[in-house]
């Protein structure tokens, strides 16, 4: 079966502040790997995913993400932190070719101006 | 375009009663989801439709819970005789071609359903 782990249940940072919220997962094979955002009072959306390839993905709004396979991790990172990137983020895993995704509990990230 | 849309957007039911759950998705897109997100924690999955084949129910949590997409596009869950414990938010999601290739899922806003 696969998990998702993330570390942090609640993130506080000053804007300009740099950004990094870990995600592990647990899957013994070929995965797809996400990050979603939700800001307040919007839908989930996709920040960024690695499917193939480079294992520095880039998302919307200045953030990666890098696979690393041998640790199993998937951690978001962004430079420079604004107060508009107050949200909660979720990080997700599905097999290659399966259907269901596992996502993490979340992290809700507060940017102070 | 218009996104997923789901209806209602909130759902207040007695113990005991059915309820269903409308999901629009996407025009066009092959694959939809369906999860539920209790309070504080990340979407579950529940099941997978491709086209009209649910090929993925496995995250159903008891056999209370059905869901169907018959014509392969909008998608209804039901759950019959909810319990408390059915409190959540279920989301849909659909996505433009076969799942498990890496392709983006488009969510909707939820329905948040309460029993009292």
């Known amino acids: 079966a696969q998990s998702v782990s993330q570390h942090n249940h609640h993130v506080i940072l000053s804007e300009a502040a740099s950004l990094e919220l870990g995600c592990n997962y647990s899957y013994g094979g070929t995965v797809n790997l996400f990050w979603y955002v939700q800001y307040p009072g919007q839908h989930l959306q996709l920040l960024l995913k690695y499917f193939s390839g480079d294992p520095l993905v880039k998302g919307i709004k200045g953030f990666e993400a890098e696979f690393i396979k041998s640790k199993f991790s998937f951690n978001l990172r962004k430079p420079s932190v604004q107060w508009s990137d107050t949200a909660e983020y979720f990080c997700?895993?599905?097999?290659?070719?399966?259907?269901?995704?596992?996502f993490g509990d979340g992290t809700t990230l507060t940017v102070k101006p | 375009g218009a996104g997923v849309s789901q209806s209602p957007r909130y759902k207040v039911a007695k113990r005991g009663q059915d309820v269903a759950l409308r999901c629009d998705p996407i025009?066009?897109?092959?694959?939809l989801f369906w999860y539920q997100q209790a309070l504080g924690q990340g979407p579950e999955f529940l099941t997978y439709?491709?086209?009209?084949?649910?090929?993925?129910k496995s995250g159903l949590p008891s056999d209370r819970f059905f869901a169907e997409r018959p014509e392969g596009s909008v998608s209804t869950l039901k759950i019959q005789r909810t319990q408390q414990e059915d409190s959540a938010v279920y989301l849909c999601?659909?996505?433009?071609?076969?799942?498990?290739?890496?392709?983006?899922?488009?969510f909707g806003p939820g329905t948040r359903l309460t029993v009292l």
């Open positions: 999601a659909s996505s433009l071609g076969l799942a498990g290739l890496g392709d983006t899922q488009y």
């Open positions: 439709f491709q086209n009209e084949a649910q090929l993925d």
């Open positions: 025009s066009g897109h092959v694959s």
């Open positions: 997700a895993v599905n097999a290659t070719n399966a259907g269901k995704s596992t």
